[in-house]
């Protein structure tokens, strides 16, 4: 039972580590885009 309790924290960590590198790639382009758009004046 530990074994598989194991596997489901490590796999539980992984998504959450995937998920929040996603937020921040999200977050960084709208961040760039934003910043693209005042440099350029649009």
Not at 8 to 35: D, P, W
Request: proline residues 0%.
């Amino acid at each position: 039972m530990k074994i598989v309790l194991s596997v489901m924290g490590a796999v539980t960590g992984a998504l959450a580590v995937v998920f929040l590198a996603a937020c921040i790639a999200v977050a960084g382009a709208i961040e760039c885009m934003r910043a693209l758009e005042e440099m350029t004046g649009m």
